[in-house]
């Protein structure tokens, strides 16, 4: 086993800078960057046209597609919602081998690629396959209950393999725990309690933390996390707004830079403290503009913030999208003030609002995916969506977080940004893909996809790929599309 794996002390494609030259990890590179190496650009963007499209085994109780493709010479692997694992040949379409688990999962889930291995997890375990082949190579278990899963693309780096549990219900007893994995084997060696597992005291009914996307690394021997958030939300009706996990609940809502090698936390900024009614956050993004090095964190609260990367202190925090005087409520529950959260309320960003995607980097610009949407909190257990849900994609300077330009969608953009030299991609719900000029942020291309898209895309050469369609949702037969230049 260890001989079939030599060589995973750094992912396919990988340059010095933790650029690619390759899309073998679930953001493109080691940066989180979303910068997708491809010969597609703006000057021949409207040469695009369908190459082809492959049907996706499905059920009806899928829901959502949310992994993205990643690639690896020139073959695409994909991660469907019941963690089966397929590779597909990018110049035909034609599926190489399938690996099926069946087992269900809430996503975003996907894998990665390095040195001839995919990883990826089930539901409950961390897995190793053969990329030529499917054949599993190891497999390790990580969940300690049925009430937690994986629903994340793991991290690699340096011969060892990042995978997170979180929560699955929301209702207790569910704990978000970091595992670093040796990249050969599966063995565990260290492991990173996101928060603790006891749970501020009231396991039974709380829950929390946990990772729903890859970290970064940096070339100093550091990785960069985005944990998720606390829970219950907002609260019960014997603890309202989360008095059953006193105190700010780290480290939920925060972005923690860690030792890759012991785990051992390095910094921390938490960019909502004790959060009551929005999710987790997307995955770090490193970046470095007038010589300072930053990491950048976002997430369903709606903001985003750049801090020093290697101090973390907090540099500029920018909120995205629509908020309605909501944003300072978890500190006041925190505080007890709550003759200050009346129900009913309705509050922007909800449940489903913010920086549901991972962001793209291109130079001294951050491409922020922004959904516009509203909860309606009428009890401590009682939540539902207000619409219309409406998306945005905003281009913000890395310096200082101000806002370069932005575009509006008549649909939530849940997918993430993906940047191809000078153009940002982006898909929203109602199945429209469409590429931006970086600069200035004009429309250059946009296509009609056969059902509704949450997942972003992926780039091998010039041909971009797109999955798209939702069964269970929509009663849609899930895709995979291959747009190519034309000649």
């Not at 972005?255 to 900024?269: A, C, N, P, S």
């Not at 516009?372 to 969506?385: D, H, I, K």
Request: charged fraction near 20%; aromatic fraction near 8%; charge should be negative.
């Amino acid at each position: 086993m260890a001989a079939a794996l030599a060589g995973c002390s750094s992912s396919s494609g990988e340059a010095e800078d933790g650029r690619s030259s390759a899309s073998p990890l679930a953001n493109v590179d080691l940066a989180n960057t979303r910068q997708a190496p491809s010969a597609i650009e703006r000057a021949n963007v409207a040469d695009l046209d369908l190459a082809w499209s492959l049907p996706q085994r499905a059920k009806a109780t899928d829901l959502r597609y949310l992994a993205s493709p990643v690639v690896a010479d020139g073959v695409a692997y994909l991660q469907d919602p019941r963690s089966n694992v397929e590779a597909v040949d990018v110049d035909s379409g034609a599926v190489l081998w399938e690996r099926r688990y069946e087992e269900p999962v809430s996503g975003p889930n996907g894998v990665i690629v390095a040195a001839g291995v995919v990883f990826g997890a089930t539901k409950e375990k961390a897995i190793a396959l053969d990329a030529e082949t499917g054949e599993q190579l190891w497999a390790t278990r990580l969940v300690r209950n049925g009430a937690e899963q994986i629903a994340m693309a793991p991290g690699h780096h340096d011969g060892r393999v990042y995978v997170s549990t979180a929560t699955r219900y929301g209702k207790g007893n569910e704990v978000g725990v970091l595992w670093a994995l040796d990249a050969h084997t599966g063995r565990k060696l260290w492991h990173f309690d996101t928060v603790p597992r006891g749970l501020w005291g009231k396991p039974e009914v709380n829950n929390g933390g946990g990772l729903d996307f890859s970290p970064a690394f940096d070339a100093e021997g550091s990785m960069y996390v985005g944990v998720s958030n606390p829970g219950p939300i907002p609260g019960t009706e014997r603890f309202p707004w989360g008095s059953s996990r006193p105190g700010p609940n780290l480290y939920s809502n925060s972005i923690v830079k860690l030792d890759e090698r012991t785990g051992k936390v390095e910094w921390h900024y938490q960019l909502a403290p004790h959060g009551v009614c929005t999710g987790g956050l997307g995955p770090p993004v490193l970046a470095e503009v007038g010589g300072r090095k930053l990491v950048i964190g976002a997430g369903m609260q709606g903001i985003v913030v750049g801090l020093d990367r290697e101090t973390g202190e907090l540099l500029w925090r920018q909120p995205v999208g629509i908020h309605n005087g909501h944003d300072n409520d978890g500190l006041m529950a925190m505080r007890g003030e709550y003759e200050k959260l009346d129900t009913p309320a309705v509050f922007f960003p909800g449940l489903y609002g913010g920086v549901f995607g991972p962001s793209s980097l291109s130079g001294s610009t951050l491409f922020v995916p922004v959904t516009n949407g509203a909860v309606r909190v009428t009890s401590q257990t009682a939540l539902e969506p207000v619409g219309p849900y409406e998306g945005e994609l905003v281009a913000l300077d890395v310096g200082d977080g101000s806002v370069k330009w932005k575009q509006s969608f008549p649909a939530p953009v849940f997918g993430p940004t993906t940047v191809s030299n000078d153009l940002v991609f982006v898909s929203s719900l109602d199945g429209v893909a469409a590429a931006f000029d970086i600069h200035s942020g004009d429309r250059v291309w946009r296509a009609k996809l056969p059902g509704h898209t949450e997942g972003g895309m992926a780039f091998s050469g010039d041909s971009l790929l797109v999955r798209t369609g939702s069964p269970g949702l929509y009663g849609e037969m899930p895709k995979l599309l291959a747009y190519r230049l034309a000649g």
